[in-house]
Nanobody, 121 residues
């Protein structure tokens, strides 16, 4: 059984930092592209950050200076370090994996259930 399980989501204040984790099991994702997506209330799911098997990374325009995506292929885990959080970062964050490189949610085969992040004063 293949599973992706996110953790780390909390209610935080603007300017806070937060680290999300994604634990994968059932197969190795060392050769897969992995990503974090966010879905805010009333909006479509959008890409936050992508990391390829060769560790090349991509970020959304509003996240590139504040977020850092990383992976540990030995532990089969994915991480997202977020700093200087803003209210617009609020949403459910999903861990996902794909066999190819893509920014599109429809191209990702494996998904976690999501972990909510709320940034509010």
């Amino acid at each position: 059984q293949v599973q992706l399980v996110e953790s780390g989501g909390e209610v935080v204040r603007p300017g806070d930092s937060l680290r999300l984790s994604c634990a994968a099991s059932g197969r190795s994702f060392s050769r897969a592209t992995m990503a974090w997506f966010r879905q805010a209330r009333g909006k479509e799911r959008e890409v936050v950050a992508v990391i390829r098997w060769n560790y090349m990374v991509y970020y959304g325009i509003s996240e590139k200076s504040r977020f850092l995506i990383s992976r540990d292929n030995v532990k089969n885990e994915l991480y997202l370090q977020m700093t200087d959080l803003k209210s617009e970062d609020t949403g459910v964050y999903y861990c996902a994996a794909a066999e190819g490189d893509s920014w599109l949610p429809t191209d990702y085969q494996y998904w976690g259930q999501g972990t909510p992040v709320t940034v509010s004063s």
